[in-house]
């Protein structure tokens, strides 16, 4: 029981590039979460999902895009990343989505120079 | 911003002692949630306190709410080093969506 696992753990891109960061879970939650954390800001929302087939803008959703490919898989994509999304994301997992317990990811430090 | 927010920032207290870090917040809740964070890893989830209850215990760790000033309190007793940890309180917001504050530093010495 791996909880929920990030891929990758660092990457650097420039200016410009194109990734996705891929998140999964394997205790069959149906409420996903991509959050990114900047020094000294906590954690802010990007996108989540409450159940397979849903997404939904969180606090900090330009620049991004979101798939949730199953009720496992919820990925994050940077179309055209900027050095403003330098970042340390996190992916977490819930039963259901609002005020259940979150399980997190351990993260993905991204750099954009 | 609809965050909540932590105080002190920063705490740095000897092994042994009580760690007492508040947060605030700002909308109505139903429930507040406290958070760890060691470094350079993702969050881990300790304990879980309901707006109808006005106090709640975990071991070494003890939760007050108070719903009237929309505040909340984490004290951490007989502190050990490996208790050293950012720690996040998060509330509700906007019905489906946790916002966690910004964090209080506890730096525990041996």
């Known amino acids: 029981n791996a909880g929920v696992t990030q891929t990758p753990k660092f990457q650097v891109l420039k200016t410009g590039q194109s990734m996705t960061l891929q998140c999964a879970q394997d205790?069959?939650?149906?409420?996903m979460y991509w959050y990114r954390q900047d020094p000294g800001m906590g954690l802010r929302l990007i996108y989540y999902?409450?159940?397979?087939?849903?997404?939904d803008k969180g606090e900090v959703p330009n620049g991004y895009n979101v798939s949730r490919l199953n009720k496992r898989e919820f990925s994050l994509r940077l179309e055209s990343a900027a050095p403003s999304q330098t970042s340390v994301y996190f992916c977490?997992?819930?039963?259901?989505?609002?005020?259940?317990?979150?399980?997190f990811g351990p993260g993905t430090r991204l750099t954009v120079l | 911003s609809q965050q909540g927010e932590e105080d002190p920032q920063a705490l740095s207290i000897q092994e042994g002692e009580n760690a007492t870090m508040n947060c605030s917040y700002k909308t109505s809740i139903n429930n507040l949630q406290w958070y760890r964070q060691n470094s350079g890893r993702g969050l881990v989830h300790l304990i879980l306190?309901?707006?109808?209850?006005r106090e709640k215990h975990s071991g070494r760790l003890r939760v007050t709410l108070d719903t009237s000033k929309k505040s909340s309190s984490l004290l951490i007793t007989a502190s050990r080093a490996a208790d050293t940890a950012s720690y996040f309180c998060a509330t509700l917001w906007n019905t489906d969506k946790l916002i966690f504050g910004t964090g209080t530093r506890l730096q525990v010495f041996p």
């Open positions: 999902s409450a159940s397979e087939g849903t997404t």
């Open positions: 977490a997992s819930s039963s259901t989505q609002g005020s259940d317990t979150q399980y």
């Open positions: 306190i309901r707006s109808n209850e």
């Open positions: 205790m069959n939650h149906n409420s």
